[in-house]
């Protein structure tokens, strides 16, 4: 399972921080670890993903702004967006593959998070 | 503007069959396996098909998936009720902007 925390709101111009848990499996495992995103009354958005070792693969769109990090002794991993706009406003899904190691495979979805960018 | 083209919406009864289109590229599509998702309002979206025509265990074989060139389709045959929802295709992208891309959604309504 996993399961997204965070603020729900960020100032603009601030940085959006969100964490996932991983549980019920090891962060090790051989899969990566993805954020996506969803505007509300929009379509889905692949943010970037993270394998164990540390590896990242960013949407290229937001790569300057992205950071990605993951922490095997907690068993999760972390999403930093920084200098955030209205336009970042979505709800935050964490998501990983499991029966396949196809890229753009998601078996395993969080809840969801919503993050609003207002002052 | 998505990588990935599905028509925005699609309509038919209950009973009759769907199939959503994806269009994409090379670099994408043709290239790499194509994944489709439900999204039911206010749920995470949930995996149907994966590797251009898998089904993960329990989704029934009412939904299929192919592929042919740059195109992806997802088939749902004996539409029922509980179907309407968004459905979106996923790749993987290989050109300079490498990522994971998403279609920009089907929202199907069952009458």
């Known amino acids: 399972q996993l399961q997204e925390s965070g603020p729900g709101l960020v100032k603009p111009s601030g940085t959006l921080s969100l964490t996932c848990a991983v549980s019920g499996g090891s962060i090790s495992s051989t899969n990566w670890w993805s954020w996506v995103r969803q505007p509300p009354g929009q379509g889905l958005e692949w943010i970037g993903e993270?394998?164990?070792?540390?590896?990242?693969n960013h949407n290229p769109s937001l790569t300057s702004r992205v950071t990605i990090s993951v922490d095997k002794f907690k068993n999760q991993f972390s999403l930093r967006l920084n200098s955030v706009t209205a336009a970042d406003t979505a709800v935050y899904y964490c998501a990983t593959g499991i029966v396949t190691g196809s890229s753009g495979t998601f078996d395993i979805w969080g809840r969801g998070t919503m993050v609003t960018v207002s002052s | 503007q998505s990588v990935l083209t599905q028509p925005p919406s699609m309509s038919a009864a209950p009973g009759q069959k769907v199939t959503i289109s994806c269009s994409g590229s090379t670099s994408n599509i043709e290239t790499h396996y194509v994944s489709w998702y439900q999204q039911l309002p206010g749920t995470a979206p949930k995996l149907l098909i994966y590797d251009n025509n898998k089904r993960p265990s329990g989704i029934p074989d009412r939904f299929s998936g192919s592929k042919s060139g740059t195109s992806a389709t997802l088939g749902i045959t004996g539409l029922q009720t509980g179907d309407e929802a968004d459905y979106y295709c996923?790749?993987?992208?290989?050109?300079?902007?490498?990522?994971?891309?998403f279609g920009g959604g089907t929202t199907l309504t069952v009458l």
């Open positions: 993270i394998y164990h070792s540390g590896s990242t």
């Open positions: 996923a790749t993987w992208d290989s050109s300079l902007n490498a990522g994971v891309v």
